[in-house]
């Protein structure tokens, strides 16, 4: 990787941010921005690397917008704004923040939200976004634009609501950023899953007595922290043969210190305290499943879901066996149709009570529906030890 790739990977996000936050203009801070990076493309390796290569960046892309403004014959207008304040010391956590909550306006749709998200505050590419969501490039480009051309007609300031307005704009925004983790997490993008942990981060340090944020960012630390063994060769490692070794112990740890025990039953601090019976034990046969399952049960209470019912299937499978996992599954499929880990947990059911062939079946039609190849390539091998292959 060249020292501008490394640049791009880590300060794109926070950059963009604060030039939209700055210029007010989604469209020009990506090319005033695009512009300083084909800059540094040509000038770092004859000349060397500045000593702050972000603060660098940022200064060439500030030149380029008003060279852009400038071409756009509204310089009398805008440059004033640019150039004859007093010189502006980036906060990326301020800037990060105002976009978010911009983003994740209430009146923007949930895909939308979580488009321009990734888009703006996370920083990833239009074609990276479509891969994400399994869509054409086209059609995210215009989901894009639309959602960017709602937030000028519909006046949405890029900043921080009012203090007034947080309780209620806060839901909001915990709901993107996990889902921008589990797109991330989902996907094996880690710089994807490790910006949705930065933001949380920085939500939390603005609101640091919040519970749901705190649990947030347990959850997020949590699963985060076994990156690095959920993949051994290219192939997917289950969870139970994963080397607890290269899970991030400082990451666990920040995370057990953000829960509380007695917090009241919330959809985030729950998974976030299944997360921890599963950081916690030192072997997966040391896994406290019993508890676990408990815990499915009151976050299926809390939430009603039948992603959480599956899961609870899951953990009642380990407590419990197959038999009552089976039962817990039952109805799953009418509901969650394009879920593949629906057939792969009956699937798994199956083979534990010794119906290979049937569980050969499953397996295969959980490969079908996998969304990765990591996943389709461990299924089918599932699949082939079920039909005694």
Same mark, same amino acid.
């Given at each position: 990787?060249? !020292? ?13 941010? *604060? ?97 321009? *998200? ?73 710089? !994807? ?19 749901? *944020? ?57 998974? @976030? ?29 809390? *939430? ?8 609870? @299937? ?58 990765? @190849? ?16």
């Amino acid at each position: 990787m060249t !020292v501008v790739e490394a640049a791009f990977r880590e300060h794109r996000g926070p950059l963009l941010a *604060t030039l939209v936050a700055e210029l007010r203009s989604f469209d020009l801070a990506e090319e005033a921005l695009q512009d300083a990076f084909a800059a540094a493309t040509a000038q770092w390796p004859g000349e060397g690397v500045p000593r702050r290569p972000a603060a660098w960046l940022l200064a060439v892309a500030r030149r380029r917008a008003v060279d852009r403004r400038r071409r756009e014959e509204t310089l009398t207008r805008y440059l004033p704004l640019l150039i004859t304040e007093e010189p502006r010391t980036p906060s990326a956590a301020d800037d990060s923040l105002g976009l978010l909550f911009a983003c994740c306006h209430p009146a923007l749709g949930r895909e939308s939200r979580v488009a321009l *998200t990734l888009r703006f505050v996370a920083g990833l590419t239009v074609p990276e976004i479509a891969r994400l969501f399994l869509v054409s490039e086209s059609t995210m480009a215009a989901r894009i634009t639309r959602a960017k051309q709602k937030i000028r007609t519909a006046g949405i300031p890029l900043r921080l609501p009012t203090p007034a307005d947080l309780p209620e704009r806060v839901p909001g925004v915990h709901a993107v950023l996990y889902l921008l983790f589990t797109e991330g997490y989902r996907s094996y993008r880690d710089e !994807v899953a490790a910006e949705a942990v930065r933001l949380t981060r920085l939500l939390h340090d603005l609101l640091p007595s919040d519970a749901e *944020t705190a649990a947030l960012l347990a959850l997020m630390l949590l699963q985060h922290s076994r990156r690095r063994a959920r993949r051994r060769d290219g192939r997917l490692v289950l969870l139970a043969d994963q080397d607890r070794t290269r899970w991030n112990a400082s990451e666990i740890a920040e995370a057990l210190t953000l829960l509380a025990a007695d917090a009241p039953d919330s959809p985030y601090g729950l998974q @976030a305290l299944i997360a921890a019976r599963h950081a916690t034990a030192e072997r997966a046969e040391d896994t406290d499943w019993p508890a676990i399952a408990l815990l499915y049960a009151r976050l299926e209470a809390v *939430t009603g879901s039948p992603v959480v019912r599956l899961n609870r @299937a899951v953990a009642v499978l380990e407590s419990e066996g197959p038999a009552a996992a089976l039962r817990l599954l039952d109805g799953l499929e009418e509901q969650l149709p394009r879920n593949h880990h629906v057939p792969a947990a009956r699937a798994e059911c199956l083979l534990r009570l010794g119906d290979r062939a049937a569980a050969a079946e499953h397996f295969e039609r959980a490969a079908v529906l996998a969304p990765t @190849a990591t996943e389709r390539d461990f299924l089918r091998g599932r699949a082939g030890t079920g039909s005694g292959g």
